[in-house]
């Protein structure tokens, strides 16, 4: 049982991964785009963040940079969602601070699995 | 005036030569007539004049000399040579006359010596000879006379003579000036001449000849792969003009070297466009696909235990097909990346067998499955080549996943590495349902699936071969089929052994489009099952 935030724009990969998550027993703050994603992070400091890389405005990779520029959120643990598997996204990602990624189309089951490898990961 | 053509410009320097020879020819000619006829005065005139001058005297002497003869002896006999004398006198004197007519002072000095002959003749040989002659009969007073008036002859020759002599040491002189003023010139002349001819012919040379050595430098130079070298036109109407062709020609070359650069670059354009478009549909095909596959997933997972069998079916169906449309999508993504990457694949040295034994481990787990049983075969040594091991490696992946897909259980994959000359072989065979011979040319085209392979359901997208063909292309390699209909497919993947960096070249210029290779095309039944 953990506060989670997912940003996504697609609704429908956004409603899958919250029902996924809710459905494993996390509490899920669900936002469109990364901006109300780091917001949303300010008020209250999640256990885990779920970004998905393909955003308008702040993109994952951006909202990432962001939390680990601010001393509050640059322990939270971030999880990138990419529709592109090439090697030089990755690198930047774990270059940004993040903790994990998951290539779309990812399996719902995987993607719960990673969650609680994270978190597990995070907590010791 | 400026010569034009080569010709023109010989044809000057030789009429420049010739009449340099002609002037040459001219002066020895025109001195020598000159001395000839300072020399005939000598042996036309004066010679003949001094004979005459010396045949006058002669006679007189005779005459002379019998008179005195007769008068000291009496003898008359002795009067014969006067009259002899005087008889030939006249004739003599008029040849005299003849040579120094209208030659003063020559003419005065004739006309002395005769007139002094005269008076020898009337004032004492006439008046002796009428008197008694014989021993006793000389009187001094007139021997004295006739003595004075011969002596005065004899002066006045001696005259004449020197006179003569005196022409003809003047006209030696004229003559020895003459050869020495002719030698002279015709030498000054002929230095003058030599010096102007070979002037002029170097000069006339030069002109030729340099230009064609500045265009000679600008072919060099153009050959070397300078485009902007070019032949400057000058010199001779010939040689300027082939100049000018040169510069054309050069021109036309640069103008299509530039068209061929705007075509390359426009095909490498619309290489790039494609690539991108494949990869921005891939990527935007995914994000629908999550969506698909995880609700399914999730649908499955509510509700799986509580669906009819014909539910389950349908399910299966879809899932089947979403799997399906991942694979196409990753296929796609691969190909477009292993054929954007023809011009920048990441060369590193690498052993094959450890390549081929790394994959053949990946699939082991899979093929077992089946019961299908991988074997390798491979030389003790390392088979040491360039190449991309994350490209090489998908590469063979592709071909053994065929080889498995297509196999009936329990059957037997062989992976089968070896050197023929310098070029590495990597076989995959397999004792599957092989492929139709007619169709093994469009193997290795996108989405092209084999006839019997789709008869059997045997799920593939179709991109397979294509991905391995594109990573042969990157590699300069190629990749060859050998399949009989319901026996088997050996698919052969051949790649240079070469360690020296073949990034240096283009490795891409292998021929991107080509199809794959039928090794051996008299084989009746050649094809391979595409994936």
Known sequence: MATIVVADDDADIRDLVVFKLEQSGHQVLAFGDGASAVEACHQQVPELVLLDVMMPGMSGLDACRAMRADPTLATVPVILLTARAQESDIEQGFLVGADDYVVKPFSPRELASRVTAVLQRSRT | ?531
């Open chain 2, 1 to 531: 005036m400026r010569p034009d053509g080569i010709r023109a410009q010989l044809r000057t320097l030789v009429f420049i030569l010739s009449l340099l020879l002609l002037l040459v020819g001219i002066t020895g000619v025109g001195g020598v007539l000159l001395m000839k006829r300072t020399v005939g005065v000598v042996t036309d005139w004066a010679g003949p004049a001094v004979v005459a001058n010396h045949a006058v005297l002669q006679d007189l002497t005779d005459a002379e000399t019998g008179l005195r003869a007769w008068i000291a002896t009496g003898d008359t006999a002795f009067l014969q040579p006067y009259y002899a004398g005087l008889g030939r006198l006249p004739r003599d004197e008029a040849e005299l006359r003849r040579f120094s007519r209208q030659r003063e002072p020559l003419a005065g000095f004739v006309a002395e010596q005769q007139q002094r002959a005269r008076d020898w003749l009337d004032s004492y040989a006439r008046v002796r000879l009428s008197r008694p002659a014989g021993a006793g009969t000389i009187t001094p007073q007139l021997f004295l006379v006739g003595k004075q008036k011969f002596d005065l002859i004899r002066q006045a020759n001696t005259r004449i003579v020197h006179r003569l002599h005196a022409w003809i040491q003047s006209a030696r002189a004229t003559e020895r000036t003459q050869l020495s003023w002719t030698i002279a010139l015709a030498g000054l002349i002929s230095l003058i001449g030599a010096g102007l001819g070979w002037l002029v012919g170097t000069l006339m040379a030069a002109r030729i000849s340099r230009p064609l050595v500045l265009m000679q430098r600008a072919v060099d130079r153009l050959a070397a792969g300078d485009t902007a070298a070019r032949a400057e036109p000058s010199g001779p109407r010939e040689v300027r003009k082939v100049a000018y062709a040169l510069n054309a020609f050069a021109d036309e070359n640069d103008r299509v070297r530039a068209l061929e650069g705007q075509v390359v670059e426009q095909l490498r354009d619309l290489d790039r466009a494609k690539d991108d478009f494949l990869s921005t549909v891939s990527h935007e095909l995914r994000t629908p696909l999550t969506s698909i596959a995880g609700y399914v997933e999730l649908f499955e997972d509510e509700f799986g235990e509580r669906l009819s069998p014909q539910q389950a079916t349908m399910l299966a169906a879809v899932q089947r097909n979403v799997q399906r449309l991942r694979g196409l999508i990753e296929d796609l993504l691969t190909l477009s990346k292993a054929e954007a990457e023809a011009f920048r694949t990441s060369f590193d040295v690498l052993d094959l067998t450890h390549l081929t034994s790394d994959v053949a481990h990946d699939l082991r787990t899979v093929a077992a499955q089946r019961g299908i049983s991988i074997s390798e075969v491979h030389p003790t040594r390392a088979m040491v080549l360039r190449g991309d091991y994350a490209q090489l490696s998908r590469a063979l992946l592709n071909l053994v996943s065929n080889a498995l897909k297509f196999s009936p259980d329990g059957g037997t994959v062989t992976i089968r590495v070896k050197q023929v000359g310098d070029h590495a072989h990597i076989e995959v065979s397999d004792h599957g349902i092989g492929i139709p011979a007619a169709e093994m040319p469009h193997l290795a085209t996108r989405f092209y699936r084999a006839t019997n392979a789709v008869d059997a359901k045997i799920g593939g997208t179709g991109l397979g071969l294509r991905i391995v063909q594109a990573i042969a292309d990157n590699h300069g390699g190629r990749l060859e089929l050998e399949s009989v209909e319901g026996e088997g497919t050996t698919a052969r993947l051949v790649l240079p052994m070469t360690t020296a960096d073949p990034n240096a070249a283009d490795p891409g210029a292998a021929g991107r489009t080509a199809g794959p290779v039928a090794a051996d095309a008299s084989r009746e039944e050649t094809a391979l099952p595409a994936g």
